[in-house]
Antibody
Framework: EVQLKESGPGLVQPSQTLSLTCTVSGFSLTDYSVHWVRQPPGKGLEWMGVMWSGGSTAYNSALKSRLSISRDTSKSQVFLKMNSLQTEDTAIYYC????????????WGQGVMVTVSS | DIVLTQSPALAVSLGQRATISCKTNQNVDYYGNSYMHWYQQKPGQQPKLLIYLASNLASGIPARFSGRGSGTDFTLTIDPVEADDTATYYCQQSRNLPNTFGAGTKLELK
């Protein structure tokens, strides 16, 4: 069964760094790409970036200077790090699986709510 | 970035047809495929893939859902609408990075 699960702190102070982990099961990170998508409360979806199955990454240019995505294939984990957090980064953060290599997402984690507040 | 425009809300009666539109400011077709996808999101849940590459039904999705369109104009149709279909529907393009989503259309029952 395919599963993705996000984990990380629910509260981050302004200007600090967010670190999230996406742990996957039921598929290999070397076969499927994993993307990160976030959703501020009551708002729409924003694509953040991707760890391609081949090991390279791509980022939303709006976040690129603050964002880093990496992985540990032996642990089936994808990591997101974003620095200089502000209140507008408060959102639900999802990791998702790219079904066909064309950047559409068939499985999503349940999401992790991250609040940026002092 | 490619901008996707959706109407904010739509009200439809049970058993009727719902048509949700998504317009892009750039062509999202490439080598015979339209890189447009549709998701359903209910409150408190993660999005669910409904349609990929404009017209392909995702696994486990009932045939009441269908998608069509090309270029810059796309539609998601639900026919007939059931009570469980009340949700927000998002379109997403993957023709160019960054992948972008529409703002969502909230489907309500009359």
């Amino acid at each position: 069964e395919v599963q993705l699960k996000e984990s990380g702190p629910g509260l981050v102070q302004p200007s600090q760094t967010l670190s999230l982990t996406c742990t996957v099961s039921g598929f290999s990170l070397t076969d499927y790409s994993v993307h990160w998508v976030r959703q501020p409360p009551g708002k729409g979806l924003e694509w953040m970036g991707v760890m391609w199955s081949g090991g390279s990454t791509a980022y939303n240019s709006a976040l690129k200077s603050r964002l880093s995505i990496s992985r540990d294939t032996s642990k089936s984990q994808v990591f997101l790090k974003m620095n200089s957090l502000q209140t507008e980064d408060t959102a639900i953060y999802y990791c998702t699986r790219d079904l066909g290599g064309d950047d559409y997402f068939d499985y999503w984690g349940q999401g992790v709510m991250v609040t940026v507040s002092s | 970035d490619i901008v996707l425009t959706q109407s904010p809300a739509l009200a439809v009666s049970l058993g009727q047809r719902a048509t949700i539109s998504c317009k892009t400011n750039q062509n999202v077709d490439y080598y015979g495929n339209s890189y447009m996808h549709w998701y359903q999101q209910k409150p408190g849940q993660q999005p669910k893939l409904l349609i990929y590459l404009a017209s392909n039904l995702a696994s486990g999705i009932p045939a009441r859902f269908s998608g069509r369109g090309s270029g810059t104009d796309f539609t998601l149709t639900i026919d007939p609408v059931e009570a469980d279909d009340t949700a927000t529907y998002y379109c997403q393009q993957s023709r160019n990075l960054p992948n972008t989503f529409g703002a969502g259309t909230k489907l309500e029952l009359k």
